[in-house]
């Protein structure tokens, strides 16, 4: 996807500052939610190859909730971004709302598990990463929804002016 922007990148006319601005903040999404993707995956791998405890049953539950709602905005934004639409934006920035408030709440028991000894350093290590990674997903998502929908805004305007002007 970053190879074709780039492509059409060097299509575009010099003086359109704001379209290539565009295009560079949608990369710098796409490639938040790569890196973000690929660290949480070595991260796990890494966890288990080096032979580590696996999370605590109460902490896999917590990450299923943050999962949860990170598949939500996640399929949402991928149904309205096929459809050409822009989806019910205030919607999924609700969920990610939600996933503050749960990230929140989620620290303190973390913080508890840490203080009592029942979560080791390196589980603890790798349940924020997770929960972080998921964090930069949602948010990087969530860019390239706004992106999606100010270059659909600019579009129509400029078609409508466009039509007033003949």
């Known amino acids: 996807i970053i190879a074709n922007i780039f492509k059409v990148l060097r299509l575009k006319d010099r003086g359109d500052l ?6 560079y903040n949608t990369i710098e999404a796409l490639q938040e ?7 949480l995956i070595l991260r796990s791998y890494s966890h288990v190859s080096n032979n580590h405890k696996g999370m605590l049953s109460v902490q896999v539950d ?11 905005v996640l399929k ?8 050409g639409q822009c989806g019910n934006v ?12 749960l990230m929140h709440r ?6 508890v598990r840490i203080q009592s000894n029942i979560s080791k350093t390196r589980l603890s290590i790798l349940f924020y990463g997770i929960m972080r990674d998921a964090e930069k997903i949602v948010g990087a998502t969530l860019r390239l929804l706004d992106i999606f929908h100010d ?3 600019n579009g129509l305007e400029n078609e409508k002016r466009q039509k007033e002007n003949r």
């Open 62 to 72: 917590e990450l299923r909730e943050v999962e949860s709602i990170m598949v939500s």
């Open 151 to 153: 270059t659909l805004e």
């Open 90 to 101: 205030e919607v999924l920035r609700k969920r990610k709302d939600d996933l503050d408030v």
């Open 33 to 39: 939610i790569a890196e973000a993707e690929r660290d």
């Open 18 to 23: 704001q379209t290539t601005r565009e295009y």
């Open 76 to 83: 949402e934004s991928a149904k309205a971004l096929l459809a």
């Open 106 to 111: 989620l620290d303190g028991v973390q913080i």
